[in-house]
């Protein structure tokens, strides 16, 4: 009698499981993409978009945030293309624990065999830093004080002793790269200035968990 229903205990999670494997396959991954590629659709012309557009812009962003996170609580991230697309919506977060959450599930993506999300990985830990008053290490991130298309985009401080080979290693860019590309975003107005302004604290190894 202990056996036949311990059977029943050991094949009846062993259904549940396969049952909600199924549910996050079919379902739960296929609404991940399309959340992906709403938030992505939304940002289209973003240098366009009114106050009032930014607005519900980001009240879209946390109910999107929600979604993943009770998708999450459900155990359907599962695959890589899942961890991805959770930290690709995540890095739209609006706090440190959003930016870090995405740097940790693309991470996991990393590791699941998925190494174009190393990129991922980067930009995500770069909005951490700036998020919390750090110096970023990749380089990534850029600032414009005001929205008209006449302003100047500057670089956020950078930590230097974060080694350039592990900038190309995630970024696929060292800093040199990464200040052509600021002068690209500059190329139509004079902006002499590189960095900007505000000063952040240093970045040394042991400020990223897990990272550096």
């Known amino acids: 009698m202990k056996l036949f229903v311990l059977l029943i205990i050991i094949f ?21 993409q399309t959340i992906v590629k709403a938030s992505q659709d939304a940002r289209k012309n973003f240098e366009n978009l009114t106050q009032e557009q930014l607005n519900l812009l980001g009240k879209k962003d946390n109910e999107h945030l929600l979604r993943i996170e009770k998708i999450f609580k459900e155990g359907c991230l599962t695959s890589s293309e899942d961890f991805a697309a959770a930290a690709m919506v995540f890095q739209y977060g609006a706090t440190s624990k959003h930016f870090f959450q995405s740097f940790l599930w693309a991470k996991k993506a990393v590791e699941l065999g ?69 002068k690209g975003l500059n190329k139509n107005n004079k902006c002499p200035q590189i960095y900007c302004n505000k000063k952040r604290k240093n970045s040394p190894k042991g400020t990223v968990p897990g990272f550096w």
């Not at 999670?13 to 296929?30: G, H, L, P, Y």
């Open 12 to 32: 009846g999670k062993t259904f549940a499981n396969e049952n909600t494997s199924i549910v996050c396959k079919e379902n739960r991954s296929r609404e991940l």
């Open 114 to 182: 998925d190494t174009t999300q190393k990129r991922l990985m980067a930009l995500s830990i770069d909005r951490y830093l700036i998020s919390i008053n750090h110096k970023q290490i990749f380089a990534s991130q850029a600032f414009k004080p005001d929205r008209p298309k006449n302003s100047c985009w500057c670089l956020e401080m950078v930590e230097k002793s974060f080694p350039d080979k592990l900038r190309l290693h995630y970024m696929g860019n060292n800093l040199n790269a990464q200040i052509t590309w600021l």
